[in-house]
């Protein structure tokens, strides 16, 4: 069985969007590097720190932070608050998943406070997905806006289509 990164789009897909073939090892070559200079020696704290580094940092804020100042929305991030952060970064590996329960310690905490079907509900999509929900956009309006940035250059057709067609 061949072993292979998993990302967003398959390898095949990447080279439609590039137009040429990229090797997965080159194109993760940063999230790799990040994940070997990882200092954490726990696969609980290791992957944490790595999904701040480059999920959250580099990814999902500046991605939210674009969606909602275009619609006019401030928005917060109050875990990301550095005292808490720096607090649950030393908090032990048991604490944040215990079980197969995410966030163990936080959802003990409070239990007194919240029902538990708020607690241990399903999370059911990524924020950048549920803002455009709720501001009732269709999932397609951002890939389609991008293929439109790129109308009149020949070079970018091939990208337009792959893009349209990995979201409608």
């Given at each position: 069985?061949?072993?292979?990164?998993?990302?967003?789009?398959?390898?095949?897909e990447?080279?439609?969007?590039?137009?040429?073939?990229?090797?997965?090892?080159?194109l993760?070559?940063?999230?790799?590097?990040?994940?070997?200079?990882?200092?954490?020696?726990?696969?609980?704290?290791?992957?944490?720190?790595?999904?701040?580094?480059?999920?959250?940092?580099?990814?999902?804020?500046?991605?939210?932070?674009?969606?909602?100042?275009?619609?006019?929305?401030e928005?917060?991030?109050?875990?990301?608050?550095?005292?808490?952060?720096?607090?649950?970064?030393?908090?032990?590996?048991?604490?944040?998943?215990?079980?197969?329960?995410?966030?163990?310690?936080?959802?003990?905490?409070?239990?007194?406070?919240?029902?538990?079907?708020?607690?241990?509900?399903?999370?059911?999509?990524?924020?950048?997905?549920?803002?455009?929900?709720?501001?009732?956009?269709?999932?397609?309006?951002?890939?389609?806006?991008?293929?439109?940035?790129?109308?009149?250059?020949?070079?970018?057709?091939?990208?337009?289509?792959?893009?349209?067609?990995?979201?409608?």
């Amino acid at each position: 069985m061949e072993s292979h990164l998993h990302g967003a789009l398959e390898p095949k897909e990447i080279a439609e969007l590039f137009g040429e073939p990229i090797d997965p090892e080159d194109l993760y070559s940063e999230a790799i590097e990040t994940w070997e200079s990882c200092r954490q020696s726990n696969l609980v704290d290791r992957t944490l720190q790595f999904y701040t580094e480059i999920y959250l940092q580099d990814g999902i804020l500046p991605k939210v932070d674009r969606a909602s100042m275009l619609h006019g929305l401030e928005v917060r991030s109050p875990f990301l608050d550095l005292e808490v952060a720096n607090f649950a970064r030393k908090l032990p590996h048991h604490f944040k998943l215990r079980n197969g329960v995410t966030k163990y310690l936080l959802k003990k905490a409070v239990e007194p406070l919240l029902p538990a079907e708020i607690i241990h509900r399903k999370k059911w999509a990524s924020a950048p997905h549920r803002l455009m929900v709720r501001l009732r956009r269709p999932r397609t309006a951002i890939p389609r806006a991008l293929c439109s940035a790129t109308r009149g250059d020949p070079a970018a057709g091939q990208s337009r289509e792959c893009i349209t067609r990995a979201y409608d």
